[in-house]
């Protein structure tokens, strides 16, 4: 299989044979264990589930700690499920960076930073108000908002979907089709090209890109 849970590392440069600088995301993507396998006949649909980072007995729970043990592992951090149309892994197994060898693009998913309570001009990019003489203290307001009124125009509430203050970030996020630059299979590090979301040290989870454009497509391809 081709899906992984890792942590974000940061962000650096890459020097590739040609000397082109390529930004590049470093991932410590696994070791996982495989914690349990679901399967149509027994659950529903077919599913893998993985376990990822070793963890204190005494900051685990003891159902965490049994069914760990179950796959011959200690007790883990973090659980990720994945969806599968074939499985091909068996409870127990361990994966690591080497099962993304194969593949030249790959979807992460994180959760974006956490921004807080925003204005429109941040969480919206509003252009604001003007700032010139007679404005006061609007020119980051977000200006009229009951002219949408319902959904229909008229009303008393606001339109449904108003652009307007609120929490900004801390949202699930899939970044697709991110070329996978570099491969350390001795320290399972996964270089991929370009930002991800969530900040350094935050759990992610990769796998095989799920669907590319025509450029990326070709590459694959190609081989």
């Known amino acids: 299989m081709n899906v992984l849970i890792g942590r974000k590392i940061g962000m650096t440069r890459f020097f590739t044979e040609d000397g082109d600088n390529v930004p590049v995301t470093v991932i410590q993507a696994g070791p996982c264990v495989v914690t349990q396998v679901k399967t149509d006949e027994a659950d529903g649909y077919n599913a893998v589930q993985l376990g990822y980072e070793d963890v204190k007995p005494r900051r685990s729970s003891m159902p965490v700690i049994g069914h760990d043990n179950c796959a011959g592992s200690g007790p883990l951090a973090v659980h990720r499920e994945f969806r599968a149309d074939e499985i091909d892994v068996e409870l127990g197994d361990k994966l690591d960076v080497t099962s993304l060898e194969d593949t030249k693009f790959v979807d992460v998913i994180g959760t974006s930073k956490g921004k807080g309570f925003q204005g429109v001009m941040k969480r919206h990019h509003f252009r604001g108000l003007e700032a010139s003489h007679g404005v006061k203290r609007k020119h980051r307001h977000p200006g009229s908002i009951g002219g949408h009124s319902a959904n229909l125009g008229t009303g008393p509430k606001l339109k449904k979907g108003k652009r307007m203050g609120g929490r900004m970030g801390g949202e ?19 270089l991929v090209k370009g930002p991800i979301p969530g900040p350094a040290g935050s759990i992610v989870m990769v796998r095989g890109a799920v669907r590319l454009y025509k450029t990326k497509a070709r590459i694959v391809k190609a081989g």
């Open 172 to 190: 699930r996020v899939t970044v697709r089709s991110l070329q996978v630059i570099s491969i350390d299979a001795q320290k399972n590090l996964l």
